[in-house]
């Protein structure tokens, strides 16, 4: 069989294993119409990644969480991180339900990337994350292949901001990706009468969307809940005219 003959029975064989398994809108207007067919694509890798001053990656990590909360309605999500401090209780305020989280430490990243693929060729899990400092283009190709086998979701999560690397000419370009969307996720100031008062906001930006567009928004949590609220829709690095959150069922 020539290599080409190969390539495409492969292909057929990851296209052909489940049938679309549609979008998971998230319910924020602003948002959604920026994503292909107006919400999430699922079946697909998406790459959430830590942004600002924050080095913990509180507010990627709650992104991730809330959307985990949504998905596993459609099963178990299945968390992978070498860290180990995530708090249950704590990931309950976000949304997610302890009884089904299933939550994994291999001792590396290396072993945190091989046991999401092999989570996302299993059958029965709502959604899987793989927390990563970094990936390679190979290891996020076969991680969204893995999720075409399927139809399961996938996250990469980095926490923490990663600068780009210069090539072999010292010139520094932005790092090819495999996910659908990419996200990046940074703190921004309270709605209240001082910084630290009132509902968390983070500066939320759809950096890439395979068949949608990119935006900047700054969005309002709900602890306790996967809700979140567009207060701001940003262009040019600047805060379009405040509105009135807008506050959305998940």
């Keep these: 069989m020539s290599a080409l003959a190969a390539l495409r029975e492969r292909l057929n064989r990851y296209g052909s294993a489940v049938e679309d398994p549609g979008v998971l809108p998230l319910a924020l207007p602003p948002i959604d119409g920026r994503l292909p067919r107006g919400g999430l694509p699922l079946g697909r890798l998406h790459r959430v990644a830590g942004a600002g001053g924050d080095p913990a990656g509180a507010p990627a990590t709650g992104f991730a969480a809330r959307i985990l909360a949504r998905l596993q309605r459609r099963g178990p999500v299945l968390w992978c991180a070498v860290a180990d401090d995530l708090y249950p209780p704590a990931l309950a305020a976000l949304g997610l339900d302890p009884d089904r989280l299933v939550l994994v430490r291999p001792r590396d990243e290396t072993g945190v990337l091989a046991v999401a693929e092999e989570a996302l060729r299993t059958r029965g899990f709502g959604a ?123």
């Design 128 to 250: 899987v994350l793989a927390e990563a400092t970094r990936a390679e283009l190979l290891a996020e190709r076969r991680l969204q292949l893995a999720c075409e086998a399927h139809g399961t979701t996938a996250f990469l999560l980095q926490r923490r901001p990663v600068a780009p690397r210069a090539g072999r000419d010292g010139i520094v370009r932005a790092s090819a990706s495999a996910a659908v969307t990419r996200w990046a996720v940074a703190p921004a100031p309270s709605g209240g009468t001082a910084a630290w008062v009132g509902p968390a906001r983070w500066e939320l930006a759809l950096t890439h969307s395979r068949g949608g567009r990119p935006g900047r928004w700054i969005v309002e949590t709900e602890d306790g809940t996967d809700r979140l609220a567009v207060v701001a829709e940003l262009a040019d690095h600047a805060a379009a005219a405040d509105h009135a959150p807008r506050r959305l069922a998940g």
